[in-house]
């Protein structure tokens, strides 16, 4: 037996080699791990959630639970096993996904390049909507860790479904896949020079995008979160929105750990003493995450500085399934009509 729900506790049972439990709770990499000390490890969660774990063998490495077949949809881990405590609810768009046969479908292209301002091979992914006209322009928001967006969060399917209902109004959306997303997103204006120079004149010369700040956004989860409000934070002629998902709103210029609890949110400062109020922000997190805290600062501080802003939270972690249920919102919230 892998685990047993008992209401909100659920008990997890140690396969052979198993020396401790991670996941969500235990901020995986990022604390020490649960000993396993007895027969079972009981926990308590909230209700109606998803949860995410894995066991750490006497290597110190995590591995999947060989009992548990329900695989999470983490596309850089392929240890990751998830329970559900109770029924955790999937937003209506992602429920018909599966269903959409009659739903008109955006168009793909992809673009590889090599860079210059990081170096190596830069590839993106572009979503153009369904009866795309290059006689209009279009709202274009440019999606970091875009590979694990496209394929992993479905973001183009989403916008398929909510552009055919009339909920939203079409965009082009620009998924850029990052060579190293710690280096790159940490608070680096490298990156707004990166899509200055190498991203923008590509898109804008192939497609029918819009080219001034309200056209514009910024969209991405965890680092990618970050980096999404920082850059258009400081660059109000070029950007007025952000989607952030789980922002990683605990690093600091200078420090490399940014996901200790004890970390100073110095992003929270920079936009107190600087504030965005060009923008409209779309913020979301788990609440199994070592990330709730700060993000609930964040939507605080957005709230204090009067910015336009929504901050929804749900039952689960710093992982896929959360991010995805929650792209639904952000899509009606930026670009609903």
């Known amino acids: 037996m892998a685990f047993e729900v008992l209401g909100q506790k659920v008990r997890f049972f140690p396969p052979a080699g198993a020396v401790g439990l991670t996941g969500d709770f235990t901020d995986w990499h990022r604390s020490e791990s649960i000993p396993v000390s007895t027969g079972h490890v009981e926990l308590e969660f909230p209700r109606n959630s998803w949860v995410e774990y894995a066991w750490i063998g006497e290597d110190g490495k995590p591995f999947a639970d060989p009992d548990n077949p329900q695989k999470s949809l983490n596309p850089w881990w392929n240890y990751p096993r998830a329970i559900q405590i109770g029924s955790y609810e999937l937003h209506r768009v992602l429920k018909q996904m599966n269903s959409k046969k009659d739903v008109p479908a955006g168009t793909v292209h992809r673009h ?53 209902e009339n909920r939203m109004q079409p965009a082009v959306f620009v998924f850029l896949e990052p060579n190293d ?40 989860a965890s680092l990618g979160g970050l980096i999404s409000l920082y850059t258009a934070s400081k660059h109000p002629e070029v950007f007025r929105h952000v989607v952030a998902h789980s922002g990683a709103f605990l690093a600091e210029p200078g420090r ?76 009606l919230y930026i670009l609903g009509v």
């Open 112 to 164: 590889v390049w090599e860079g210059s301002v990081f170096s190596g091979t830069r590839r993106a992914y572009v979503y153009t909507p369904a009866n795309y006209d290059a006689s209009q322009k279009y709202p274009v928001f440019y999606v970091q860790d875009g590979v694990a967006f496209f394929r992993t969060g479905r973001l183009g399917e989403i916008a398929d479904i909510l552009i055919a």
């Open 181 to 220: 997303r710690t280096i790159e997103y940490y608070l680096n204006d490298d990156y707004f020079t990166f899509l200055q120079t190498e991203v923008f004149p590509m898109v804008e010369s192939s497609y029918a995008v819009r080219t001034d700040p309200e056209g514009r956004g910024m969209w991405g």
């Open 256 to 331: 490399a750990d940014y996901d200790a609890y004890e970390a100073h949110p110095w992003i929270l400062d920079h936009l107190k003493q600087n504030p965005p109020r060009h923008l409209r922000v779309s913020l979301d997190t788990g609440t199994i995450e070592w990330l709730c805290t700060v993000n609930r600062k964040m939507a605080a501080l957005m709230h204090e500085l009067q910015i336009p802003h929504q901050y929804r939270e749900y039952q689960s972690g710093h992982n896929w399934v959360t991010w995805r249920n929650a792209i639904p919102e952000a899509m």
